[in-house]
């Protein structure tokens, strides 16, 4: 049985290497501006602006995908979409999310489902060890029924084997540690919300996909 301490203290513990970077990066900035005779002064003001507003993207993420803020009631799709084009920003990931699948769509999630829908975009967008395209889909295909589509396409696909055995539904056989939280913590909110999540790699492709019944509806 997942420990709820011990998941809190593993998701803090990649939190606080997420954040390393670009935080010691805005720290760096400022030593440079502080040494005596230092004459790139753009340079290292650059260097702190670009390194905090990624760090704030970070931060806007992670407050929504794993804080409980704000939990009940509809999600804003197209605020979520924002949160996510943010968070990749800084990286070689593209994201592939068409309004048409955000409220445009008239489809609704639930926020406790649209926090399970970032955390498996943090899922898929570590299977992109090079860069690549994630797409977003957001339907209801059948009255009562959520589909959530995540495709993550690239040169290289990569899941290590507890994030493959976590999805297959075996998180008991799989060491909780600071790699295996994250599609842990993605399981446990299906669970909580009633969806179903199948995964299927091939090619230089990741698919999830998350399916939530009606009779699941009005309480997740």
Avoid at 105 to 112: E, L, P
Avoid at 145 to 152: C, F, K, L, N, P
Wanted: proline share 3%.
């Amino acid at each position: 049985m997942l420990n709820e301490t011990r998941l809190a203290e593993m998701i803090a513990t990649r939190l606080c290497h997420d954040l390393t970077g670009p935080i010691g990066a805005v720290n760096n900035g400022a030593e440079f501006l502080d040494e005596e005779g230092f004459d790139m002064q753009n340079e290292a003001v650059q260097l702190i602006l670009s390194s905090a507003h990624e760090a704030v993207n970070r931060l806007q993420f992670y407050r929504q995908a794993y804080g409980k803020v704000g939990d009940a009631g509809e999600a804003c799709l197209s605020e979520k979409k924002q949160l996510a084009l943010d968070f990749f920003s800084g990286t070689k990931i593209k994201l592939d999310w068409p309004d048409s699948h955000t409220d445009a769509s008239g489809v609704a999630i639930s926020q406790k489902m649209s926090r399970l829908m970032l955390n498996l975009m943090i899922v898929a967008g570590a299977s992109l060890i090079r860069g690549g395209t994630l797409s977003i889909r957001v339907s209801e295909p059948e009255e009562g029924e959520r589909h959530i589509e995540m495709v993550a396409e690239g040169e290289t696909i990569k899941l290590d084997p507890d994030t493959i055995a976590i999805l297959q539904g075996h998180s008991d056989d799989v060491a909780l540690t600071p790699k295996s939280c994250q599609p842990m913590l993605a399981m446990r909110l299906a669970q909580e919300v009633g969806a179903t999540l199948s995964h299927h790699v091939h090619g230089g492709q990741l698919e999830l996909k998350v399916i939530q019944k009606q009779m699941v509806l009005a309480h997740a």
